[in-house]
């Protein structure tokens, strides 16, 4: 193998993903008794679908780890409208949504459901809270924790053209047929870790790091169209997949990519391979999900380990 990610990774409090490993994982029936804590509903943490709440059900379900951090998907009665804390939430012509909830979302969400008849249902959501670990990076060039003068405007233009590239809400869905992962390979970053680069704390990290060797080969984790394929600064040659319903995965640090901006992509298509381009001290793939401009953690839309057997 390659250089490998130099990464000391210090524990605040508890490992993050035990935590988030105990996440509920489940497919919730939403009965019609309003205010209904999931957590007191006798909700399934086996990955099975949970028992109805009262013998009439609303055709609802919502799956997902529930926990900060995560993308669930959801679906609704056809011409239902759906509600997240009161904001609404966009529905495709067969009901189908999804939501997100941030790196430090509140703990506890309200969704409501609005059916056609003027009926309203609503549930609350408890999170699980997540801790979430502090990442040392060393031996990075000092041009890429501190920029110079020079490269500001480059920096930004990079921003505003990642941002157009994950402005679009299409109507494919097939993020609802299931996430396999990119590339072969051991994970070195998790999501949401406080780094600090070089010794100087920066953002958390909001991506899942697999590192393995220069040219391995990178696949589309689900279908998708391609917004963007270009060389940035920060995160070299970098590339965008919309999945559909505003739901987004980027790629950074690749070595190559083999896929154009408008190309369509099947699940399992190769796309690329892992590099060290931009910020990176070793050959990695930087997998990152967005909901629009929401970050959220890939390892919550897919199970297993990338390592091979």
């Known amino acids: 193998m390659g250089k490998e990610l130099a990464m000391e990774i210090t524990r605040t409090r508890n490992a993050s ?116 670990n502090i990442q040392r990076i060393d031996g990075l060039e000092q041009k890429m924790v501190t920029p110079p003068a ?36 051991r994970i070195s970053g998790v999501y949401g870790s406080q780094r600090i680069l070089n010794g100087v704390p920066k953002w958390p990290h909001y991506g899942l790091d697999i590192a393995n060797e220069t040219g391995t080969p990178v696949y589309a984790p689900v279908d998708g169209v391609v917004t963007m394929a270009d060389d940035l600064y920060y995160s070299g040659n970098t590339l965008i997949i919309d999945h559909g319903m505003r739901v987004f995965s980027t790629f950074l640090h690749m070595d190559t990519i083999t896929v154009e901006v408008g190309d369509t992509v099947k699940q399992g298509e190769q796309i690329g391979t892992i590099g060290t381009t931009g910020r990176s001290t070793g050959p990695h793939l930087d997998w990152r999900i967005n909901l629009g401009k929401m970050r959220l953690d890939p390892q919550t839309v897919i199970s297993g380990s990338p390592e091979k057997d």
Do not use: M
Request: aromatic content about 8%.
């Open 150 to 185: 020079e490269v500001t405007a480059r920096i930004k233009q990079d921003n505003i053209n990642v941002a157009n590239a994950r402005s679009g809400n299409s109507d494919l869905d097939a993020l609802f047929t299931g996430f396999k992962w990119p590339a072969n390979g």
């Open 17 to 132: 993903f035990r935590l988030l490993t105990r996440a509920l994982l489940c497919s919730i029936a939403l009965g019609v008794a309003p205010q209904v804590s999931f957590a007191s509903a006798g909700i399934s943490t086996s990955g099975t679908t949970a028992k109805p709440l009262q013998q009439q059900n609303i055709d609802v379900t919502l799956n997902g780890k529930f926990t900060q951090g995560a993308l669930l998907r959801g679906q609704a009665p056809i011409g239902a409208r759906v509600f997240l804390n009161g904001q609404s939430v966009p529905t495709n012509k067969d009901g189908k949504f999804v939501v997100g909830f941030e790196r430090e979302a509140p703990l506890k969400q309200r969704l409501t459901v609005e059916l056609t008849s003027g009926e309203k249902w609503e549930r609350h959501i408890t999170l699980e809270k997540r801790e979430y």
